[in-house]
């Protein structure tokens, strides 16, 4: 099952990610994180696709796919 890992330290909040995953598994957090961005998070594991849209489109290179064989 595909599911994806989001390096909190890297992301900026700009939400690019939650645009582009067509169902809709990346949100912003409530909390910021250390630098006081409001990060993207991975909500739902069990209905990605993998379809690798989320980390394409992210700027900071901060998210990476992972596709369980």
């Known amino acids: 099952m595909p599911y994806i890992v989001i390096e909190e330290e890297r992301c900026k909040g700009c939400g690019l990610c ?3 995953c ?3 598994l990346v ?3 409530e ?3 250390a ?3 409001t990060v993207a998070v991975f909500s739902a594991p069990d209905t ?3 379809c690798c849209l989320c980390a394409e489109i992210c700027p900071d290179v901060a998210i990476t796919v992972f ?3």
């Open 18 to 20: 939650t645009i582009a």
């Open 67 to 69: 596709k369980e064989a």
């Open 31 to 33: 909390q910021p994180n």
């Open 35 to 37: 630098l006081g961005y």
């Open 48 to 50: 990605c696709t993998g």
């Open 27 to 29: 949100a912003m957090s």
């Open 22 to 24: 067509p169902k809709k």
